[in-house]
């Protein structure tokens, strides 16, 4: 969808229209609600990894603590039922970050090469925001690999705390920090060689462990990348540039180590047990219950006591990032920037914490495919509530679209969810799409979650979302619901465009 700068203006006219008659004509209030002029607001994106949604205290958590979340969420949308379009971090973020969905980008697990398998003339979404004139800065990781990405990242004007394409040429960093020197600990470099066995098994054992990091939270990479963006703030509101800076937290990724600091903001013993224990006779991935889980837990399952300790540590890392992002959100407003920046905080994907006995990602249940999602857009009238509509990180480049007038390309997989924003109780998608691989996909609506693998011990499975929201029944040879099987597989196999609100298109 290449348009004219006349035609952007004409479609943000006629979208602040749309949003403001929405679905509810006779609610008066929603006929008068419409978004701002968001055309020349800068965006922030602040991106952290593996993050379960089931953890922000405003997300109804009663023992992580997140206040700068929390207190962000009284100003800006919180989406209660945001999916992702992919089990792992490089199929998310190439869906995300190009608007396709992992079937269309031929991205679908983290050793497929993103640059090498997109559609060709493909853009990302830095490229788009470049394009517009918008002056970008990425501060760590943002694509999954470097490798992944060499064209795409030559459209950032500043990387920081991240790898450089070959040829990119920008200015030094904005600031330095000492190294970091942990006494006592010997030092575990890794192996030369990413595909011999030796480097597996040593990200294998820095990736399988939890506690105390020994760190103080001022020497955390996180922390630092938190610091920086505050450096690149000050500067961008000094230029007066229109700005996109995205900021990432490596936490609550594996291992789930943290300050002790915030370690201390929790009893392990008070952890309540997860729900749905594992159970390997009915187990979608039972492989995990008798082998191991990728990233922790990688070869056995823990111990009751473990199983609690490893929850209180991922909380810990939660609670960390909280601080960075609230440290990030306090010097927007200082620079003054705040009541003209979007900002979007987001996970790349969920996360399993011990529930069916399982942990991180990659799998096509709900504790993978639901994320945390802020958004807040000074001025929009939803900010404050949460929106329990369907929206998808597929959606965001055509969002983005809308508000800044990117130029949207026309094969986008996802729609704009401004409307959202305005009147975030309108009726709108009524399923959301994951995919594992070509053959085991799920679609999800507000009732049923359906599945079909292309091997393992099930080749489908059915949810009941209303009765068994941790998905703990498959009833997909139940004959009570044949009728709903039937349907939801017919939904799958229609596809995104099938789900789409009453009267929008692509």
């Given at each position: 969808?290449?348009?004219?700068?006349?035609?952007?203006?004409?479609?943000?006219?006629?979208?602040?229209?749309?949003?403001?008659?929405?679905?509810?004509?006779?609610?008066?209030?929603?006929?008068?609600?419409?978004?701002?002029?968001?055309?020349?607001?800068?965006?922030?994106?602040?991106?952290?990894?593996?993050?379960?949604?089931?953890?922000?205290?405003?997300?109804?958590?009663?023992?992580?603590?997140?206040?700068?979340?929390?207190?962000?969420?009284?100003?800006?949308?919180?989406?209660?039922?945001?999916?992702?379009?992919?089990?792992?971090?490089?199929?998310?973020?190439?869906?995300?970050?190009?608007?396709?969905?992992?079937?269309?980008?031929?991205?679908?697990?983290?050793?497929?090469?993103?640059?090498?398998?997109?559609?060709?003339?493909?853009?990302?979404?830095?490229?788009?925001?470049?394009?517009?004139?918008?002056?970008?800065?990425?501060?760590?990781?943002?694509?999954?690999?470097?490798?992944?990405?060499?064209?795409?990242?030559?459209?950032?004007?500043?990387?920081?705390?991240?790898?450089?394409?070959?040829?990119?040429?920008?200015?030094?960093?904005?600031?330095?920090?000492?190294?970091?020197?942990?006494?006592?600990?010997?030092?575990?470099?890794?192996?030369?060689?990413?595909?011999?066995?030796?480097?597996?098994?040593?990200?294998?054992?820095?990736?399988?462990?939890?506690?105390?990091?020994?760190?103080?939270?001022?020497?955390?990479?996180?922390?630092?990348?938190?610091?920086?963006?505050?450096?690149?703030?000050?500067?961008?509101?000094?230029?007066?540039?229109?700005?996109?800076?995205?900021?990432?937290?490596?936490?609550?990724?594996?291992?789930?180590?943290?300050?002790?600091?915030?370690?201390?903001?929790?009893?392990s013993a008070k952890i309540p047990d997860p729900?749905?224990?594992?159970?390997?006779?009915?187990?979608?991935?039972?492989?995990?219950?008798?082998?191991?889980?990728?990233?922790?837990?990688?070869?056995?399952?823990?111990?009751?006591?473990?199983?609690?300790?490893?929850?209180?540590?991922?909380?810990?890392?939660?609670?960390?990032?909280?601080?960075?992002?609230?440290?990030?959100?306090?010097?927007?407003?200082?620079?003054?920037?705040?009541?003209n920046t979007i900002v979007f905080i987001m996970?790349?994907?969920?996360?399993?914490?011990?529930?069916?006995?399982?942990?991180?990602?990659?799998?096509?249940?709900?504790?993978?495919?639901?994320?945390?999602?802020?958004?807040?857009?000074?001025?929009?009238?939803?900010?404050?509530?949460?929106?329990?509509?369907?929206?998808?990180?597929?959606?965001?480049?055509?969002?983005?679209?809308?508000?800044?007038?990117?130029?949207?390309?026309?094969?986008?997989?996802?729609?704009?969810?401004?409307?959202?924003?305005?009147?975030?109780?309108?009726?709108?998608?009524?399923?959301?799409?994951?995919?594992?691989?070509?053959?085991?996909?799920?679609?999800?609506?507000?009732?049923?979650?359906?599945?079909?693998?292309?091997?393992?011990?099930?080749?489908?499975?059915?949810?009941?979302?209303?009765?068994?929201?941790?998905?703990?029944?498959?009833?997909?040879?139940?004959?009570?619901?044949a009728k709903a099987k039937q349907e939801m597989?017919?939904?799958?196999?229609?596809?995104?465009?099938?789900?789409?609100?009453?009267?929008?298109?692509?």
């Open positions: 969808m290449n348009r004219t700068p006349i035609q952007r203006s004409i479609i943000a006219l006629a979208l602040a229209a749309a949003c403001s008659l929405a679905v509810f004509p006779g609610d008066a209030r929603a006929a008068a609600a419409k978004l701002p002029d968001t055309s020349k607001m800068n965006v922030l994106f602040i991106i952290a990894e593996d993050w379960s949604a089931q953890t922000p205290g405003c997300y109804g958590n009663p023992i992580c603590k997140t206040p700068n979340l929390d207190r962000f969420c009284d100003a800006a949308v919180r989406f209660d039922s945001a999916y992702v379009q992919a089990v792992a971090c490089n199929p998310s973020r190439t869906s995300f970050l190009t608007g396709l969905r992992p079937l269309t980008s031929r991205v679908w697990n983290n050793g497929h090469e993103m640059d090498a398998r997109l559609p060709a003339g493909t853009l990302t979404l830095p490229e788009l925001l470049k394009k517009k004139g918008f002056t970008t800065a990425v501060v760590g990781k943002f694509f999954h690999q470097i490798e992944y990405a060499e064209k795409q990242l030559m459209a950032f004007d500043r990387i920081e705390s991240y790898g450089k394409p070959p040829g990119w040429k920008g200015p030094e960093p904005i600031l330095t920090f000492p190294p970091v020197t942990r006494t006592g600990v010997k030092r575990d470099p890794a192996p030369k060689d990413k595909k011999s066995k030796a480097y597996a098994e040593w990200r294998r054992r820095n990736s399988d462990r939890y506690g105390d990091s020994g760190l103080e939270p001022e020497e955390e990479g996180d922390y630092r990348n938190a610091q920086i963006a505050c450096a690149l703030l000050r500067e961008f509101a000094k230029s007066g540039q229109q700005f996109f800076l995205s900021v990432h937290q490596s936490k609550p990724h594996t291992p789930l180590v943290a300050p002790k600091k915030f370690l201390d903001l929790y009893d729900p749905a224990p594992p159970d390997l006779k009915t187990s979608l991935y039972p492989r995990r219950l008798t082998v191991g889980n990728p990233d922790i837990f990688t070869n056995r399952q823990p111990s009751p006591k473990e199983v609690k300790e490893a929850i209180a540590a991922y909380y810990a890392c939660v609670s960390a990032i909280d601080a960075n992002i609230g440290m990030i959100l306090d010097e927007l407003q200082k620079q003054g920037l705040a009541d996970g790349d994907h969920g996360f399993h914490l011990g529930d069916h006995g399982f942990w991180s990602k990659y799998s096509m249940l709900e504790a993978t495919r639901r994320a945390p999602l802020w958004v807040r857009v000074p001025g929009a009238p939803a900010n404050g509530k949460v929106c329990r509509q369907f929206v998808e990180f597929v959606d965001f480049i055509p969002t983005l679209g809308d508000l800044v007038g990117i130029e949207v390309p026309a094969n986008v997989e996802g729609i704009s969810f401004a409307p959202l924003l305005v009147n975030p109780d309108q009726p709108w998608k009524k399923a959301v799409f994951l995919v594992e691989n070509e053959t085991n996909q799920v679609v999800r609506t507000k009732k049923y979650s359906y599945m079909t693998f292309g091997n393992g011990p099930f080749s489908e499975a059915l949810f009941d979302l209303e009765k068994d929201p941790w998905e703990t029944v498959n009833l997909a040879s139940d004959p009570a619901y597989a017919e939904l799958l196999k229609a596809g995104w465009k099938a789900a789409l609100p009453e009267g929008r298109s692509q």
